[in-house]
């Protein structure tokens, strides 16, 4: 049973463009939302995290926007740029233990 | 920034063999690490919870005498595969918890490529 649901499973956008996956939960416990990215041959990496207490957070050219009430949550990637073409990753966990992994967006950025 | 090293980074071995991955935090103790399996093209499915001192949680579907988990100290934990076998070869990938940061409270190892001849 997948506790997380991503879409698109892959993407493609012009250098410049915006990228945007999204994601939905059904445990209303989960209290930690993370992002990762990860690269071919690589363990993933937290691009950015949100915590329900928000409704979006910015870092840099990422952005989480978080809906509690419908249970979602998506990543945006302003101005992607070729080094930006990774498979991404949401997942959800409740008091920072398990993690959840939605089944990845594979993500090209085209020059 | 807190780092877990994952050892060895890929290895190759002959079918029956046994192989034996590391997961350290470098910089943070670590009472608790997951140990995850990837597929090519797949998400990380979670395998097994590792506690320190204590016994090893694993994931339905997982067997626990096949994967054998260690994790005697705050800052390693061991996965060995037994007895591995071609449908074992995957992506394993740990992470490491670390309780004191409420920002990245998982850090990820590398992950071991396993291919079994």
């Known amino acids: 049973q997948q506790q997380v649901k991503q879409s698109p499973q892959s993407l493609i956008v012009q250098k410049g463009g915006i990228s945007i996956i999204n994601c939905a939960y059904e445990n209303t416990a989960f209290d930690y939302f993370p992002w990762y990215q990860q690269f071919p041959g690589k363990g993933p990496a937290l691009l950015i995290a949100?915590?329900?207490?928000?409704s979006e957070k910015k870092e840099g050219r990422f952005t989480i926007s978080f809906n509690k009430s419908a249970k979602q949550f998506s990543l945006h990637i302003m101005d992607s740029q070729p080094g930006d073409s990774a498979t991404y990753f949401c997942a959800a966990s409740k008091n920072d233990y398990k993690l959840s992994f939605g089944a990845g967006t594979t993500v090209t950025v085209r020059a | 920034g807190a780092v877990v090293s994952q050892h060895p980074s890929r290895v190759i071995c002959k079918s029956g063999t046994s192989v034996k991955i590391e997961c350290r935090s470098l910089?943070?103790?670590?009472?608790?690490m997951f140990w995850y399996r990837q597929f090519p093209k797949q998400s990380l499915m979670l395998m097994a919870t590792s506690n320190e001192g204590s016994k090893a949680t694993y994931e339905q579907g997982v067997e626990k005498d096949k994967f054998l988990i260690n994790h005697a100290s705050l800052t390693l934990s061991t996965l060995t595969v037994t007895s591995a076998h071609p449908e074992d070869s995957s992506f394993y990938i740990c992470s490491a918890r670390d309780a004191q940061a409420s920002n990245q409270p998982q850090h990820f190892g590398d992950g071991t490529r396993l291919s079994i001849l």
């Open positions: 949100i915590r329900p207490d928000v």
């Open positions: 910089d943070f103790q670590a009472t608790t």
